[in-house]
């Protein structure tokens, strides 16, 4: 049964959120919007909500409730080759002498904060970092990065543990710790 991203995904013990994070108009900033609306093209296992975040995680993950698992999809500036894939925990978002990694760190950051304060934190937190190549006035992703796609993809199914939702054949392996193009 295909994902959903309605407002109210269902929530079960168990479950898992799949945020995607990120701005459409911006190029390679939009990765984590384009990434879920792959996602819900294919068949993913129940206890998976699937949700398009855009710029406002916050607001995404009002209502959710309580799950065991969120994956964040975002770019990240990791001074990497662009399509870079690194899977981040949300410590890593936090600025080291005045640095960023995610695009979005601050509104994620505060969006984490804010499930903890409610008692609603998720157990497990996983953010899906991608390496932009481009932040121009864009609809569509940089070469690079679009290339990626079903790389990102096959890195989050790893984390949810199946990491056969695809739409053809057998994913290929991806080291979900870090991936380079």
């Given at each position: 049964m295909p994902a959903s991203a309605?407002?109210?995904p269902t929530t079960a013990a168990g479950a898992?959120?799949?945020?995607?994070v990120g701005n459409?108009?911006?190029a390679d900033d939009g990765v984590g919007v384009h990434a879920i609306r792959a996602l819900l093209a294919r068949d993913c296992p129940e206890g998976v909500a699937v949700l398009d975040g855009g710029t406002a995680p916050l607001d995404a993950l009002a209502g959710v409730g309580r799950v065991d698992r969120l994956i964040v999809i975002d770019a990240a500036d990791l001074g990497e080759p662009a399509g870079t894939i690194r899977v981040l925990r949300p410590d890593d978002l936090i600025p080291s002498e005045g640095e960023s990694v995610s695009l979005h760190d601050l509104d994620l950051l505060w969006a984490l904060e804010v499930l903890r304060a409610t008692g609603e934190e998720p157990r497990e937190i996983v953010i899906v970092g991608v390496q932009p190549e481009s932040m121009s006035w864009s609809t569509e992703l940089s070469p690079a990065v679009a290339a990626r796609l079903d790389d990102i993809l096959e890195a989050v199914l790893a984390r949810v543990g199946r990491a056969s939702c695809s739409t053809a054949g057998q994913p290929s392996p991806?080291?979900?710790?870090?991936?380079r193009p």
């Open positions: 309605s407002a109210e898992t959120v799949i945020l995607g459409l108009l911006r991806v080291d979900i710790e870090k991936v």
